[in-house]
């Protein structure tokens, strides 16, 4: 398809409570794709230590990695106080409340120490990041040498019957038009690769699917 200009979607997150919910019930309906994302994490060797999470939403990812990885500790850094409010219970539902603490902030500043975690990773949250390449340098300042990071989101030049099926299959229906203005603000991942280039992860591997693409990295010194 032709590509398209960016539209900012949001810098702030999903602050509305109601959206909040609505958004959950949406991440649940997707556990397939996150048991998909956990197996790429961990081929990567994201799979125990202190792992720092940006973007988490609900949680549901995080906490899917924390349970199949026993042992591991993770740090989820959340703009929305209502998304780390509800992660913060999905959290305790699933027993897991003891290793994940929820910071609320902006990722351009994130409150930890360098060479603070072991791994990093984030998923559909790039395209709502204010300045990524900024967050991309964050990412490098707070990993270990030789941590590794994965990060993966939607592409705004997705063709044309991957965005029908996204539509047609998201739920709950009411979503539908926050996933069309999330399309919008994502990158592509020609433009990712400039981003990446301009904050230290020249070398970052990137690969594209018909939705979207993976990210993936490791900080060498």
Known sequence: MKESNRVI?????????????????MMRAMAGERRRTIEKMKSLGIDGGCALEIGPGPGLLGIDWLKASPGARLKAFEISANMARKAQQNAQCEGVEDRVEYVLGNALR???????FDFAFSNGSLHEWEQP???????????????????????RDAP????????????????????????????????????????????ARVTESAFGFDIEG????
Do not use: C
Request: glycine share 8%; hydrophobic share 40%.
């Open 133 to 155: 390449a900024a967050v991309f340098k964050e990412i490098h300042r707070v990993l270990k040498p030789g941590g590794a990071f994965f990060v993966s989101d939607l592409k």
């Open 9 to 25: 979607e949001t810098n702030v997150g999903i602050q509305d409570g109601e959206i909040v919910e609505q958004f959950d019930q």
């Open 160 to 203: 044309w019957y991957a965005r029908w099926l996204m539509m047609a299959t998201v739920r709950p229906k009411s979503m539908r038009p926050g996933l069309l203005s999330s399309l919008h603000a994502a990158y592509t991942s020609a433009e990712i690769r400039g981003i990446l280039a301009d904050s230290g992860w020249a070398r």
């Open 110 to 116: 994130m409150p930890f120490s360098d060479q603070s």
């Open 218 to 221: 490791r900080k060498t010194s």
